[in-house]
């Protein structure tokens, strides 16, 4: 939070030689991305990796963290990212914004063929994955806000408790329900 405020920063190696890193913030950021970047960059977890390393490019994006209200209005619908389908603990959309379109397409067809209202879609599209991303914004809420001397008491309890090896058997990132409704049935401990 210190660094990556709301959001987190991450490091991926392709070789020995390569490594991509990168740091998302929330807009309420009191820091511009490109200052919180060079920040992240020269911190001493993060230049231990990239130590001298030539930049090759860079890119920024503003990713929605939650849904639109109105995702339809007359004949405009929006879908993916433009919705707001998107996971707000990782910023992923690909799974939903997928997901939601097979839901538009199916519903376009409907209007083709029988007159079906486009506002089925939004009603669908709520009913089907609403609920995972509202779990989701409430994660992301959680830690976002917790300080990081909480986060590793959290991370270290939730390690007793058996959290890794549940998270590897029954882990499901986008659908935070049915790793929930796993839970239930199995435990956590087992």
């Not at 409430?138 to 998270?167: D, I, P, T």
């Amino acid at each position: 939070n210190e660094i990556a405020y709301r959001f987190f920063g991450w490091s991926c190696p392709y070789s020995k030689d390569r490594v991509e890193i990168g740091i998302g913030i929330s807009d309420r950021a009191k820091i511009s991305s490109s200052a919180a970047f060079a920040k992240f960059a020269k911190s001493d977890a993060v230049s231990a990796i990239v130590k001298n390393a030539e930049r090759v490019n860079g890119y920024a994006s503003i990713i929605p963290l939650s849904s639109r209200e109105i995702t339809v209005k007359d004949n405009v619908v929006l879908v993916g990212d433009a919705a707001g389908q998107v996971k707000a603990t990782t910023g992923g959309g690909v799974i939903f914004g997928c997901s939601c379109a097979k839901v538009l397409a199916q519903v376009i067809r409907a209007n083709i063929e029988k007159g079906t209202s486009l506002r089925a879609y939004e009603k669908e599209w709520r009913k089907r994955y609403g609920v995972d991303l509202k779990m989701h914004d409430f994660l992301h809420n959680y830690y976002s806000n917790l300080r990081v001397s909480n986060m590793e008491v959290f991370l270290k309890v939730s390690k007793m408790l058996g959290a890794e090896k549940f998270f590897s058997e029954y882990g499901d990132m986008d659908r935070p329900s049915l790793m929930l409704k796993r839970f239930f049935l199995r435990g956590l401990a087992k």
